[in-house]
């Protein structure tokens, strides 16, 4: 089994549900008592929030690339950022270490092809949803990446970081995110990315006529095929 290195604290949330699923897909791949080889180093969610409101992404850079330097030297065999948002530096933090990092948006953007899809709806952090660094990665797999309107941003953004980074999860915000699942089918979605670990919380396939695509299930399942290969 590789050791997972894992860049966390983005938020602890977010880490927690990482830990839990990769040693809960340890156990019911190897059984047992095996759970996951890991190490994690987790920041300050605080220090780069405020760090990433100012658009300092050279200081964002230099707080994960030491904190993945750390998991390095600590013996992981790849990297995983516990986080979408904060993949805005991910090639940065590639570039500063010699193991590998496996990008949450080739991950996600693999598992949509695979289901034959060419066009599907993005959720996450106003950022991620407002910039080009997550959705021009997956597009450049062949993906049509739609996203709710610039009005609904705000709303979904203070979801994440009101409620669900303090493990809040509230029905009527539920019913808020659904309703956004309506309006990119209509735009031409084939399904939906889930682009925030914390929107796993919240919103369920139960819950969306189109098929969801949760990103950190699908990043915890292919770090678990490259641990275990």
């Known amino acids: 089994m590789q050791t997972i290195g894992l860049i966390g604290g983005m938020s602890w949330e977010s880490s927690a549900v990482y830990y839990q699923m990769l040693n809960a ?5 190897l059984g047992g008592l095996s759970s996951a080889r890991t ?22 850079a230099a707080i994960l690339v030491a904190a993945a330097r750390s998991v390095e030297v600590a013996g992981a065999d790849f990297l995983v950022l516990c986080t979408t948002t904060f993949h805005r530096v991910a ?26 899809l060419d066009s599907v709806g993005f959720v996450g952090t106003t950022f ?3 910039r080009d660094f997550f959705v021009e990665r997956m597009a450049s797999h062949g993906l049509t990446v739609h996203v709710p309107d610039a009005s609904q941003h705000a709303e979904v953004n203070r979801i994440i ?21 309506d309006q990119l089918w209509d735009a031409g979605a084939g399904g939906l990315v889930l682009g925030c670990t914390e929107l796993e919380l919240l919103v369920k396939q139960a819950d969306s006529e189109l ?13 678990l095929d490259r641990a275990l290969a």
């Open 25 to 29: 897909g340890v156990e019911q791949r």
């Open 39 to 60: 190490v994690m180093a987790s920041v300050d969610f605080a220090e780069v929030t405020a760090l990433q409101e100012q658009e300092r992404w050279d200081d964002v």
């Open 91 to 116: 090639d940065q933090v590639a570039a500063a270490v010699s193991i590998p990092v496996l990008h949450l948006a080739d991950v996600v953007a693999e598992a949509c092809v695979a289901r034959g």
């Open 128 to 130: 991620a949803m407002s």
């Open 161 to 181: 970081y009101e409620e669900l980074v303090h493990g809040r999860v509230l029905n009527s915000s539920r019913r808020t995110v659904v309703g956004l699942v």
């Open 211 to 223: 098929p969801l695509f949760p990103c950190t299930t699908l990043h915890v399942n292919a770090a």
